[in-house]
T-cell receptor
Protein backbone atom coordinates (compact mmCIF):
# COMPACT_ATOMS: atom_id res chain seq x y z
CA UNK A 1 0.00 0.00 0.00
CA UNK A 2 1.37 3.43 -0.92
CA UNK A 3 2.07 5.79 1.95
CA UNK A 4 1.49 9.50 2.24
CA UNK A 5 3.31 11.36 -0.50
CA UNK A 6 4.31 15.00 -0.61
CA UNK A 7 5.56 17.25 -3.38
CA UNK A 8 7.99 18.88 -3.73
CA UNK A 9 10.55 17.37 -1.40
CA UNK A 10 12.48 20.64 -1.30
CA UNK A 11 11.60 24.19 -2.25
CA UNK A 12 13.79 27.28 -2.12
CA UNK A 13 12.02 30.57 -2.73
CA UNK A 14 12.63 34.23 -2.09
CA UNK A 15 10.79 36.25 0.49
CA UNK A 16 7.56 37.56 -0.99
CA UNK A 17 7.09 34.71 -3.44
CA UNK A 18 4.34 32.12 -3.38
CA UNK A 19 4.79 28.40 -2.81
CA UNK A 20 2.24 25.59 -2.99
CA UNK A 21 2.86 22.30 -1.27
CA UNK A 22 0.92 19.18 -2.14
CA UNK A 23 -0.02 16.14 -0.08
CA UNK A 24 -1.57 12.88 -1.26
CA UNK A 25 -2.89 10.89 1.69
CA UNK A 26 -3.13 7.14 1.96
CA UNK A 27 -6.04 5.98 -0.16
CA UNK A 28 -9.24 5.78 1.83
CA UNK A 29 -8.06 7.99 4.70
CA UNK A 30 -10.66 10.68 5.30
CA UNK A 31 -8.51 12.55 7.82
CA UNK A 32 -5.65 14.68 6.54
CA UNK A 33 -3.39 16.87 8.67
CA UNK A 34 -0.69 19.44 8.09
CA UNK A 35 2.14 19.97 10.55
CA UNK A 36 5.28 22.07 10.52
CA UNK A 37 8.67 21.87 12.15
CA UNK A 38 10.71 25.06 12.22
CA UNK A 39 14.41 24.99 13.08
CA UNK A 40 15.10 23.89 16.62
CA UNK A 41 11.45 23.49 17.57
CA UNK A 42 9.09 20.60 17.95
CA UNK A 43 6.59 19.59 15.28
CA UNK A 44 3.47 21.76 15.48
CA UNK A 45 -0.04 21.14 14.21
CA UNK A 46 -1.42 23.44 11.50
CA UNK A 47 -4.80 22.05 10.47
CA UNK A 48 -7.03 19.02 10.03
CA UNK A 49 -9.36 18.07 7.20
CA UNK A 50 -12.11 15.51 7.32
CA UNK A 51 -12.74 14.73 3.69
CA UNK A 52 -12.99 18.18 2.09
CA UNK A 53 -14.01 20.04 5.25
CA UNK A 54 -11.67 21.90 7.57
CA UNK A 55 -12.24 20.35 10.97
CA UNK A 56 -9.66 22.33 12.89
CA UNK A 57 -7.43 25.12 11.64
CA UNK A 58 -6.40 26.44 15.04
CA UNK A 59 -2.72 25.93 14.29
CA UNK A 60 -2.54 28.03 11.14
CA UNK A 61 -0.09 30.85 11.93
CA UNK A 62 -1.72 33.65 9.92
CA UNK A 63 -3.74 34.42 6.81
CA UNK A 64 -0.74 34.00 4.53
CA UNK A 65 -1.38 30.27 4.75
CA UNK A 66 -4.24 28.72 2.79
CA UNK A 67 -5.05 25.02 2.77
CA UNK A 68 -7.50 23.29 0.49
CA UNK A 69 -8.67 19.77 -0.07
CA UNK A 70 -10.97 19.85 -3.04
CA UNK A 71 -12.90 16.63 -3.56
CA UNK A 72 -11.58 15.20 -0.33
CA UNK A 73 -8.53 13.61 -1.93
CA UNK A 74 -5.21 15.43 -2.11
CA UNK A 75 -4.55 18.67 -0.26
CA UNK A 76 -2.54 21.78 -1.02
CA UNK A 77 -1.00 24.29 1.35
CA UNK A 78 -0.20 27.66 -0.16
CA UNK A 79 2.01 30.25 1.46
CA UNK A 80 1.56 33.72 -0.02
CA UNK A 81 3.61 35.82 0.38
CA UNK A 82 6.34 33.74 2.01
CA UNK A 83 8.36 35.23 4.87
CA UNK A 84 11.72 34.14 6.27
CA UNK A 85 10.12 32.62 9.38
CA UNK A 86 8.08 30.25 7.20
CA UNK A 87 11.19 28.17 6.57
CA UNK A 88 10.95 24.67 7.95
CA UNK A 89 9.74 21.18 7.15
CA UNK A 90 6.05 20.81 6.35
CA UNK A 91 4.65 17.38 7.07
CA UNK A 92 1.36 15.95 5.97
CA UNK A 93 -0.27 13.04 7.75
CA UNK A 94 -3.38 10.98 7.18
CA UNK A 95 -5.42 8.62 9.28
CA UNK A 96 -8.46 6.42 8.97
CA UNK A 97 -11.16 6.50 11.62
CA UNK A 98 -8.82 5.90 14.56
CA UNK A 99 -6.28 8.27 16.03
CA UNK A 100 -3.11 6.83 14.48
CA UNK A 101 -1.60 9.22 11.98
CA UNK A 102 0.86 8.28 9.24
CA UNK A 103 3.25 10.91 8.03
CA UNK A 104 4.58 11.77 4.62
CA UNK A 105 8.27 12.49 3.98
CA UNK A 106 7.78 16.23 4.32
CA UNK A 107 8.58 19.26 2.18
CA UNK A 108 11.64 21.21 3.24
CA UNK A 109 10.90 24.89 2.57
CA UNK A 110 13.65 27.49 2.60
CA UNK A 111 12.72 31.14 2.26
CA UNK A 112 15.68 33.41 1.49
CA UNK B 1 5.91 25.17 30.09
CA UNK B 2 5.76 22.85 27.08
CA UNK B 3 2.66 20.69 26.65
CA UNK B 4 4.77 17.56 26.20
CA UNK B 5 8.12 17.40 27.95
CA UNK B 6 10.92 15.01 27.14
CA UNK B 7 14.57 14.74 28.11
CA UNK B 8 16.39 15.62 24.85
CA UNK B 9 19.29 13.28 25.62
CA UNK B 10 21.35 12.08 23.90
CA UNK B 11 21.25 8.67 25.48
CA UNK B 12 24.38 6.79 24.47
CA UNK B 13 24.06 3.08 25.21
CA UNK B 14 25.93 -0.05 24.14
CA UNK B 15 24.29 -2.70 21.99
CA UNK B 16 22.21 -5.07 24.07
CA UNK B 17 21.45 -2.51 26.77
CA UNK B 18 18.02 -1.68 28.08
CA UNK B 19 17.05 1.98 27.87
CA UNK B 20 13.99 3.84 29.13
CA UNK B 21 12.55 7.16 28.01
CA UNK B 22 10.03 9.19 29.93
CA UNK B 23 7.64 11.91 28.97
CA UNK B 24 5.13 14.08 30.81
CA UNK B 25 2.15 15.90 29.36
CA UNK B 26 0.25 18.86 30.77
CA UNK B 27 -3.25 18.49 29.32
CA UNK B 28 -5.25 16.15 31.55
CA UNK B 29 -7.95 15.94 28.83
CA UNK B 30 -5.56 14.19 26.45
CA UNK B 31 -7.08 11.07 24.96
CA UNK B 32 -4.50 9.32 22.82
CA UNK B 33 -0.84 8.64 23.32
CA UNK B 34 1.89 7.49 21.00
CA UNK B 35 5.58 6.98 20.55
CA UNK B 36 6.94 7.91 17.15
CA UNK B 37 10.44 7.31 15.88
CA UNK B 38 12.20 9.84 13.67
CA UNK B 39 15.44 9.21 11.82
CA UNK B 40 17.61 12.14 10.78
CA UNK B 41 15.88 14.28 8.12
CA UNK B 42 13.04 11.77 7.78
CA UNK B 43 9.38 11.80 8.71
CA UNK B 44 8.09 10.58 12.08
CA UNK B 45 7.09 6.92 11.94
CA UNK B 46 4.54 5.50 14.33
CA UNK B 47 6.28 3.11 16.71
CA UNK B 48 3.36 2.24 18.94
CA UNK B 49 0.20 3.53 20.51
CA UNK B 50 0.19 3.64 24.31
CA UNK B 51 -2.67 2.33 26.41
CA UNK B 52 -3.44 2.60 30.11
CA UNK B 53 -2.99 -1.12 30.49
CA UNK B 54 0.47 -0.91 28.99
CA UNK B 55 1.45 -2.61 25.79
CA UNK B 56 4.37 -4.50 24.38
CA UNK B 57 5.62 -5.00 20.84
CA UNK B 58 8.67 -7.21 20.69
CA UNK B 59 11.53 -5.43 22.42
CA UNK B 60 9.44 -2.32 23.02
CA UNK B 61 7.16 -1.72 26.00
CA UNK B 62 5.08 1.40 26.56
CA UNK B 63 3.29 2.47 29.71
CA UNK B 64 0.81 5.24 30.45
CA UNK B 65 0.04 6.66 33.88
CA UNK B 66 -2.93 8.99 33.51
CA UNK B 67 -2.92 10.03 37.16
CA UNK B 68 0.67 11.27 36.90
CA UNK B 69 0.33 12.31 33.23
CA UNK B 70 3.40 10.29 32.44
CA UNK B 71 4.31 8.05 29.50
CA UNK B 72 7.29 5.75 29.21
CA UNK B 73 9.02 3.68 26.55
CA UNK B 74 11.35 0.80 27.37
CA UNK B 75 13.63 -0.69 24.74
CA UNK B 76 15.26 -4.00 25.59
CA UNK B 77 18.30 -5.54 23.87
CA UNK B 78 19.11 -2.34 21.97
CA UNK B 79 20.22 -2.69 18.37
CA UNK B 80 22.34 -0.32 16.32
CA UNK B 81 19.25 0.22 14.15
CA UNK B 82 17.37 1.61 17.16
CA UNK B 83 19.48 4.78 16.96
CA UNK B 84 16.99 7.57 16.25
CA UNK B 85 14.99 10.31 17.93
CA UNK B 86 11.97 9.07 19.87
CA UNK B 87 9.02 11.44 19.94
CA UNK B 88 6.41 11.37 22.66
CA UNK B 89 3.10 12.40 21.08
CA UNK B 90 -0.24 13.18 22.68
CA UNK B 91 -3.64 13.62 21.06
CA UNK B 92 -6.64 15.52 22.34
CA UNK B 93 -10.32 15.44 21.54
CA UNK B 94 -9.79 17.47 18.39
CA UNK B 95 -7.33 14.85 17.05
CA UNK B 96 -4.49 17.26 16.48
CA UNK B 97 -1.27 15.72 17.78
CA UNK B 98 1.04 17.53 20.18
CA UNK B 99 4.67 16.53 19.89
CA UNK B 100 7.48 16.54 22.38
CA UNK B 101 10.88 17.71 21.22
CA UNK B 102 12.16 14.16 21.13
CA UNK B 103 14.80 12.12 22.91
CA UNK B 104 17.84 11.17 20.90
CA UNK B 105 19.15 7.61 21.26
CA UNK B 106 22.55 6.50 20.00
CA UNK B 107 23.28 2.79 20.28
CA UNK B 108 26.98 2.07 20.07
CA UNK B 109 28.73 -1.14 18.99
Amino acid sequence: EAGVTQFPSHSVIEKGQTVTLRCDPISGHDNLYWYRRVMGKEIKFLLHFVKESKQDESGMPNNRFLAERTGGTYSTLKVQPAELEDSGVYFCASSPANYEQYFGPGTRLTVT
Amino acid sequence: RKEVEQDPGPFNVPEGATVAFNCTYSNSASQSFFWYRQDCRKEPKLLMSVYSSGNEDGRFTAQLNRASQYISLLIRDSKLSDSATYLCVVGGGRRALTFGSGTRLQVQP
